[in-house]
């Protein structure tokens, strides 16, 4: 095979590639450089300490800040120059750690935004019923009183009312009780088998180990570490020096 089908079969197989990509917020520079691939239907988990850059990471793919330098590409197309209205068009869905919901709004009305010319598709809307029922079951409440758990999972839900290309999660299990962890965990495996590419930002080790494929770990605002997840969980002495913690301590 010569280098150039290599490359091509590459970037095929990755849904998102980041180069050297640099991002300064005011006069501090945040992203010094970060490079990973995201493969295509499985789950990659961005891992790091707090202010190590992941959400930057996440809001730089997004085009909520841009990139100072550096290459972000969505299928082999370049998108770091891109609004962040044209990147979500392209497929790149974005569930933000306030998970961006709008309080005032019923159930229905907030994944009602999110569809293209207001119109919900049946067939997809049960699809998601059967992953978060509590939003059939409060579908006309006004999203501000539900729990903590039920606003995640309607977050994830407008997320995915319109086929995406890659979804981005940042930070889901923030704040949640273990039984709702639990069921945000069979969800994401449901849209796994599904065929949805995910890239999450996740500090609940457990979660990270059990949903995700690949993972990439972040350190002051760089990648550290790239690697397959099962080898990752297997060595606890990299978890040890990579994060901080082992498997054994977080079971």
Not at 50 to 70: P, S
Not at 144 to 157: N, P, R
Not at 165 to 188: Q, R
Not at 211 to 233: K, N, R, T, Y
């Amino acid at each position: 095979m010569t280098a150039q089908l290599q490359q091509d079969a590459q970037v095929q197989d990755n849904v998102l590639t980041l180069d050297s990509v640099h991002t300064n917020i005011a006069q501090y520079n945040i992203l010094h450089g970060v490079s990973f691939s995201v493969p295509r239907n499985q789950v990659t988990m961005l891992l790091g300490r707090n202010g190590a850059g992941k959400t930057t990471t996440m809001r730089t793919i997004m085009g909520l800040w841009q990139a100072a330098q550096g290459k972000i590409q969505l299928n082999g197309d370049d998108i770091q120059t891109l609004e962040t209205v044209a990147i979500a068009r392209k497929g790149l869905h974005y569930v933000p750690e306030n998970m961006g919901i709008f309080s005032g709004l019923s159930v229905e009305e907030n994944i009602r935004l999110a569809t293209r010319k207001n119109k919900i598709d049946p067939e997809r809307l049960e699809w998601i019923f059967t992953l978060f029922p509590a939003m059939k079951k409060f579908w006309q409440w006004p999203a501000g009183q539900l729990s903590g758990g039920q606003k995640q999972m309607l977050s994830i839900a407008r997320s995915i009312i319109e086929p995406c290309e890659l979804l981005l999660v940042d930070e889901p299990s923030k704040g949640l009780a273990p039984s709702i962890i639990e069921n945000l965990i069979t969800a994401f495996n449901q849209l796994k088998e599904n065929n949805t590419t995910i890239l999450m930002v996740e500090q609940n080790f457990r979660m990270a180990s059990v949903l995700g494929d690949h993972l990439a770990i972040m350190d002051d605002g760089v990648i550290v570490h790239e690697s397959d997840m099962a080898s990752f969980v297997a060595d606890e002495e990299k978890q040890s020096a990579l994060l901080g913690l082992s498997m054994e301590a977080h079971q």
